[in-house]
C-alpha cells in the first residue's frame, strides 16, 4: 500500500506541474484567435494522440484483453450502465472546458489559476443542498481561507469596504466563467472517480477525450464562428494538446493509487505555480500580491481536505495569515489618472 500510495503522488504531482504548462500554452493559443475552433483544435488533437496509442495497443494481445473498451464495447458499456454517466459526464466536462477557455483567454493567468481553488467549495455547497449534509467546523474555515484568498488577490487599497471589493471581483473578465467551470468540476470530479473504478484508465480517458471533441464539435456546427485567423499558432495548439493528453493520463491514473480528494488537493497546489507562469510568461502585474493570495487559498484547501492535528491547523492558519498581510502589504492602488490644472488647459490671455 506504501508503494501505491508513492505511486499516486506521484502522478498527481506530475499532473499538477504538466497543468502549468498546459494552461501557457493554450493561453498563447487562445490569445486573440478564434476560441471556438481553436478549442475544437486541441480537444481534436487530444483525441487523436490517445487513438494512436490505442491503436498500438490493439496488436498487443495480453494489453488488448485487459482494456474495458476492447473487452466490452460499446454494447457492454451501455448494459452495465457506464455509457450514460460517460456521456453526462463529458457533457458537463466539455461545457467546463468551453468556459475554463474562455476565462484563460480573457483573463491573467495569475486571476483565473487561484478560482480552481473554488471548485470544493462549490462541492461542499452541492453536498449541503442535495444530500443536507452539515459541514464541520473545519471545513467551514477552509471555505473561508479560499473565499477570503481568491477576494485578496483582488483587493486594491482604493476599495474601501469588503462589498466594493467583492463586488469588484465578480465585474473582472474571466471571472464569471471561471466561476461556472468550478461548479460544472465540482460535479465532474465525483462522476470521474466512479467511472475510472469501473474502466481502466486508458480506456477512459480515450472515451473522454473524444466525446468532449465530439460535442465541441457539434457546438461549432450550430454557432458557426469566425474561422482560424490566417497566421494562427499552430505550434501553441499542438503542444497545448500533448501535453494535455499526458495531463489526463497522469490524473486518471492517479485515481486508481490514491483517493480522489488527495489527487484534488495536489492539482490544486499547482496555482501557485501557475501565478508564477503567469508573471513571468505574460508580464503579468501584481505578481507578489497575487501569489501570497493564492496561498491562503491552498492553505483553505489543505484544510478543507486533511483532518489535521490542532498542531496543523495552527500551522496552516497561521501560514495563511501570514500571506493574507503579505498580499495586503503588496496591494498597490490603482493609479488614477492624472488631472491637468484648468490654468494649464486654458493659457492665459495677454
Wanted: net charge positive.
Amino acid at each position: 500500500m506504501a508503494s501505491l500510495s508513492s505511486t499516486g503522488l506521484f502522478l498527481a504531482t506530475a499532473a499538477s506541474v504538466g497543468n502549468v504548462g498546459f494552461d501557457v500554452a493554450a493561453k498563447r493559443a487562445l490569445g486573440g484567435n478564434s476560441f471556438l475552433h481553436t478549442t475544437l483544435r486541441i480537444r481534436a488533437l487530444v483525441a487523436l494522440l490517445l487513438t494512436v496509442v490505442l491503436a498500438g495497443l490493439w496488436f498487443h494481445t495480453s494489453t488488448r484483453s485487459s482494456l474495458s473498451l476492447f473487452r466490452l464495447g460499446f454494447y457492454g458499456l451501455a448494459h452495465e450502465g457506464i455509457l450514460p454517466v460517460l456521456l453526462l459526464s463529458t457533457g458537463l466536462v466539455t461545457a467546463a472546458i468551453l468556459l475554463y477557455y474562455r476565462s484563460l483567454q480573457v483573463a491573467p493567468l495569475s486571476v483565473t489559476a487561484p478560482l480552481f481553488g473554488l471548485t470544493p467549495v462549490f462541492l461542499l455547497a452541492a453536498g449541503f443542498l442535495i444530500f443536507r449534509q452539515i459541514p464541520t467546523l473545519r471545513l467551514v474555515a477552509g471555505v473561508v481561507c479560499i473565499l477570503f484568498g481568491s477576494i485578496l488577490a483582488h483587493w486594491t487599497p482604493s476599495r474601501r469596504s469588503f462589498t466594493a471589493a467583492c463586488s469588484h471581483f465578480l465585474r473582472e473578465k474571466g471571472i464569471a466563467p471561471m466561476l461556472g467551470a468550478c461548479v460544472l468540476l465540482s460535479i465532474t470530479n465525483l462522476l470521474d472517480r466512479w467511472l475510472v473504478l469501473r474502466l481502466d484508465v486508458l480506456s477512459y480517458a480515450w472515451l473522454y477525450v473524444v466525446l468532449c471533441a465530439l460535442f465541441t464539435w457539434v457546438l461549432v456546427l450550430v454557432v458557426r464562428p469566425a474561422p482560424l485567423l490566417a497566421q494562427s499558432p499552430r505550434g501553441w495548439i499542438a503542444l497545448a494538446g500533448f501535453i494535455d493528453t499526458i495531463v489526463l493520463l497522469l490524473h486518471f491514473a492517479s485515481l486508481q493509487y490514491v483517493d480522489a480528494v488527495v489527487t484534488i488537493a495536489i492539482k490544486r497546489s499547482g496555482m501557485l505555480l501557475s501565478v508564477i507562469a503567469g508573471a513571468y510568461f505574460f508580464q503579468e502585474r501584481n505578481g507578489r500580491q497575487r501569489l501570497a493570495a493564492a496561498f491562503v487559498v491552498m492553505m483553505g484547501v489543505l484544510t478543507m481536505y486533511f483532518d489535521l492535528s490542532s498542531w496543523g491547523l495552527a500551522l496552516v492558519f497561521g501560514a495563511g495569515a501570514a500571506s493574507a498581510v503579505t498580499a495586503f502589504l503588496a496591494a498597490r492602488p490603482k493609479h488614477e489618472p492624472e488631472t491637468v490644472p484648468d490654468a494649464v488647459l486654458r493659457p492665459s490671455l495677454p
